[in-house]
């Protein structure tokens, strides 16, 4: 019987120092080594990328609105602008100085982000151009219309503020850019606005 007795004490003792060290085996820190697999997994292109999708509200009585996409990966900035509401024809789009769109004419956003303070013109011109100097788009007879601009001149949040399009705005005009009236190219009324925030 005390036999028995000794061998159990023996067994059970046995057990659970088998126990013990089993649970020494066991990863403690498991997400840890799971979350840094998924971070190497993911190409770095795809963490760099950045979106602004923004909406252009009326402005001038106009029944102008739109939505605009900036997107940036890999130093490359491509705004893709979506329109409607305008006349038939040819409109200027721009980027303005301030997202201020809280005026009725749009003029609360300022001139031309301009921030080089080289003369107006058109896009890469010699002679010179701004900055928020986007050009001209054309609209359809239902008044729709989309421009599509892409750059390495812009990005959206590095901080430096000759390139940062974050704080300014997109103003769409009545009118067409002629590309040589100083300061802003002679594009009429601004009847769309909207600001360039996260």
Same mark, same amino acid.
């Given at each position: 019987? &005390?036999?028995?007795? +000794?061998?159990?004490?023996? +067994?059970?003792?046995?057990?659970?120092?088998?126990?013990?060290?089993?649970?020494?085996?066991?990863?403690?820190?498991?997400?840890?080594?799971?979350?840094?697999?998924?971070?190497?997994?993911?190409?770095?292109?795809?963490?760099?990328?950045?979106?602004?999708?923004?909406?252009?509200?009326s402005k #001038?009585?106009?029944?102008?609105? *739109?939505?605009?996409?900036?997107?940036?990966?890999? /130093?490359?900035?491509?705004?893709?602008?979506? +329109?409607?509401? +305008?006349?038939?024809?040819?409109?200027?789009?721009?980027?303005?100085?301030?997202?201020?769109?809280?005026?009725?004419?749009?003029?609360?956003?300022?001139?031309?982000?301009?921030?080089?303070?080289?003369?107006?013109?058109?896009? /890469?011109?010699?002679?010179?151009?701004?900055? %928020?100097?986007? %050009?001209?788009? &054309?609209?359809?007879?239902?008044?729709? $219309?989309?421009?599509? &601009?892409?750059?390495?001149?812009?990005?959206? *949040?590095? $901080?430096?503020?000759?390139?940062?399009?974050?704080?300014?705005?997109?103003?769409?005009?009545?009118?067409?850019?002629d590309f040589?009236?100083?300061?802003?190219?002679?594009?009429? #009324?601004?009847v769309s606005?909207?600001?360039?925030?996260?």
């Open positions: 019987m &005390k036999k028995s007795i +000794l061998y159990i004490s023996i +067994l059970t003792l046995g057990l659970s120092i088998s126990c013990k060290s089993d649970k020494k085996e066991v990863p403690t820190d498991t997400t840890e080594v799971e979350t840094e697999t998924t971070i190497k997994d993911v190409p770095a292109s795809t963490v760099d990328i950045k979106k602004v999708v923004m909406a252009l509200e #001038s009585e106009s029944s102008v609105t *739109g939505n605009v996409v900036f997107t940036q990966d890999k /130093g490359i900035v491509t705004m893709i602008a979506v +329109l409607s509401g +305008l006349t038939e024809g040819e409109h200027a789009i721009h980027i303005h100085e301030k997202a201020d769109c809280s005026s009725s004419d749009g003029k609360s956003s300022g001139g031309h982000w301009n921030p080089k303070a080289t003369p107006h013109g058109k896009w /890469g011109d010699a002679a010179g151009y701004h900055k %928020g100097d986007i %050009g001209n788009f &054309k609209a359809n007879a239902s008044g729709n $219309g989309t421009i599509t &601009k892409i750059t390495d001149e812009w990005c959206i *949040g590095c $901080g430096d503020e000759t390139k940062d399009i974050l704080g300014k705005a997109i103003i769409v005009h009545q009118g067409t850019d040589t009236s100083q300061p802003s190219g002679a594009a009429g #009324s601004r606005c909207g600001g360039i925030i996260q």
